[in-house]
């Protein structure tokens, strides 16, 4: 009952507020913390519904959805947001808050990693993706100390919580128990961490990025990037680290045998489209990758931060993410030499 009533609230707010008639809507992808649905109006269009949960911060919503709409100037496949009859992005009355944009039709997200030419594909869009939001108003790319790119203080301070709450509260599960034993692996291991890092450059480039560049925030259609969802409001974070996240995801990196070759395809095709990014940069990829990995406490809080979220895609994402971490480790050295040997 109360999906059906949550449809037709979606259904009152299309046809209210962005003069949409839908002919269908029903439940879409799930969302990290939104409720999403699909709507089919008239003409055969479909559209993406998202309901923002009552404490969404809507000012960064909206902020997320102008840097989309920015990022789409610059050539990036953002799917078309529909304003309000008002020209708002965030319809608000009264209730939930609700954005629209259209479906990306016959497209698949890259949870499945990547293989073929999608590896240039992406990696030429991402370097359109940094390049364009280089010029963004919020500020222009600078530079910041590697160690602030890669904390492994803060990494070590996360670490270090998450364990205390697991004395506080022991695991009920087997993934809680996995979880708990890895934070504790990650804690004594970070001294190797830091070692791994101090082989960065002094600076790193930092720069307005989408800020979840996730394989399940990326759209593909075949080997070309059909959209790309679900930004975060424009902050300064490393374009590095988030082109090692996309072409290095930990289930790309488990099943595609080819992924240093992978690697220095993307990393060629993102240097084309973005020639401002400095080689010695692009040379910290995978270095950058394995760091965030090593102090990274997801999915490891989920079973005390939000147990719900803990699907079996969860549990399964979160082993994964810790097997590549130690492949990426064991293989540093030589991706970094097949990425040299590019940019030299």
């Not at 009264?94 to 990696?123: H, M, N, Y």
């Amino acid at each position: 009952m109360k999906r059906q009533s949550d449809v037709m609230v979606a259904a009152g707010f299309l046809a209210m507020h962005y003069g949409i008639i839908p002919t269908d809507v029903r439940e879409g992808p799930s969302g990290t913390a939104t409720r999403n649905y699909v709507a089919r109006d008239g003409d055969g269009r479909r559209w993406f519904v998202k309901v923002y949960p009552d404490h969404a911060d809507l000012g960064a919503e909206r902020r997320a959805l102008e840097l989309a709409e920015f990022a789409a100037l610059g050539g990036v496949p953002v799917p078309t947001m529909r304003r309000t009859l008002d020209g708002d992005l965030i319809a608000v009355h009264g209730g939930p808050a609700v954005s629209v944009a259209a479906f990306a039709e016959d497209a698949e997200t890259a949870e499945g990693g990547l293989s073929g030419g999608r590896w240039a594909s992406v990696g030429a869009m991402v370097g359109r993706l940094h390049r364009t939001l280089a010029r963004h108003p919020d500020g222009p790319p600078r530079r910041a100390a590697s160690h602030e790119v890669c904390d492994v203080q803060r990494g070590r301070r996360r670490l270090e919580r998450l364990i205390a709450r697991w004395k506080e509260q022991p695991p009920s599960s087997s993934f809680g128990t996995w979880a708990r034993d890895t934070a504790r692996q990650r804690l004594d291991a970070l001294p190797a961490t830091a070692s791994l890092l101090e082989a960065l450059p002094t600076t790193l480039a930092t720069q307005i990025v989408h800020g979840d560049l996730s394989s399940l925030n990326l759209m593909l259609r075949g080997e070309e990037v059909a959209a790309v969802i679900d930004f975060r409001p424009p902050t300064h974070r490393s374009p590095m680290w988030e082109l090692g996240r996309i072409v290095l995801d930990p289930r790309t990196v488990l099943t595609a045998s080819d992924w240093l070759t992978g690697l220095v395809t993307a990393v060629a095709a993102y240097r084309g489209t973005n020639p401002a990014m400095p080689d010695q940069d692009l040379l910290t990829v995978p270095r950058v990758a394995a760091g965030y990995l090593a102090c990274s406490v997801y999915p490891l809080s989920e079973p005390l931060d939000d147990p719900p979220a803990v699907t079996p895609q969860l549990e399964a994402y979160g082993r994964a993410r810790h097997e590549a971490l130690g492949v990426l480790c064991a293989r540093l050295d030589e991706a970094e030499e097949v990425l040299r040997d590019l940019l030299t």
